[in-house]
């Protein structure tokens, strides 16, 4: 266990300096990046030992993992954040732990998770994914609600009952105009997110950037990064 803990201070801190130097360089407080380490497919004693290193947000995108993991975890000073895609039938689970939804993107995500939030008698903030390989009224491949539909899926979000609309998020796309170029994929939702606040201020939050190319969503102006593989290692294949 100490070496696997030496393991991800190590790792954690190149992160923290990667994350350090990209703030300084867009002149940028390290303070406005949040990072969000993604735990899929790691166990809950890796979850544990990063909390002990000082991590406090983590997130995972499977519920049949995560709600195990949760309550394995139970005490710890974390917030979760699911990121995966989301079938309604995960989402009376997922409402249990979560607490935050990233990967809200379409309105019948929006009724199942308001329904179940007030089941539980919780808050969830949830994030718009925003889908740009997507036309403007259609979904991504991995999912997320197209540019032109952001509009209505927020108002829808900050309307239900038990629900918090705090913000975008999206993955950097492999296909469409966006395709190998994060940078312009960022900006762009930053744009995006400007249109979002102008009707909802406190949606601030701006989700993107993973180990490969944070350094270009926090030049962009993100203000959480999820981080997986350079904090954790090479994960393992799924069977």
């Known amino acids: 266990m100490t070496d696997r803990k030496d393991e991800l201070a190590a790792n954690l801190a190149k992160v923290e300096r990667r994350i350090a130097d990209a703030c300084a360089a867009a002149g940028r407080p390290r303070e406005d990046v949040t990072l969000i380490v993604v735990t899929k497919t790691y166990p809950a004693s890796d979850v544990r030992i990063l909390a002990e290193l000082g991590v406090r947000h983590v997130a995972e995108n499977r519920d049949q993992d995560a709600a195990p993991k949760a309550a394995a975890c139970t005490g710890l000073p974390l917030t979760w954040h699911f990121v995966g895609q989301l079938q309604t039938n995960k989402v009376r689970s997922v409402a249990g732990y979560a607490d935050f939804v990233q990967?809200?993107?379409?309105?019948?995500?929006?009724?199942?998770?308001?329904?179940?939030?007030?089941?539980?008698?919780?808050?969830?903030?949830?994030?718009?994914?925003?889908?740009?390989?997507?036309?403007?009224?259609?979904?991504?491949?991995?999912?997320?609600?197209?540019?032109?539909?952001?509009?209505?899926?927020?108002?829808?979000?900050?309307?239900?009952?038990?629900?918090?609309?705090?913000?975008?998020?999206?993955?950097?796309?492999?296909?469409?105009?966006?395709?190998?170029?994060?940078?312009?994929?960022?900006?762009?939702?930053?744009?995006?997110?400007?249109?979002?606040?102008r009707s909802h201020p406190a949606a601030t939050m701006v989700s993107a950037g993973m180990s490969a190319d944070l350094e270009h969503a926090v030049a962009a102006g993100a203000t959480h990064v999820r981080v997986g593989s350079a904090v954790l290692g090479v994960r393992p294949r799924l069977g």
Do not use: H, N, W
């Open 103 to 197: 990967s809200v993107d379409r309105s019948k995500l929006v009724t199942a998770l308001s329904k179940e939030a007030v089941r539980a008698g919780r808050e969830l903030g949830c994030l718009l994914q925003v889908a740009l390989d997507a036309g403007e009224s259609e979904r991504g491949e991995r999912g997320g609600v197209a540019p032109g539909g952001i509009e209505e899926l927020a108002d829808l979000v900050a309307g239900a009952p038990g629900l918090r609309l705090d913000g975008l998020m999206t993955v950097a796309p492999l296909t469409g105009e966006y395709a190998g170029r994060e940078q312009a994929a960022f900006e762009r939702l930053m744009d995006l997110s400007t249109d979002l606040r």
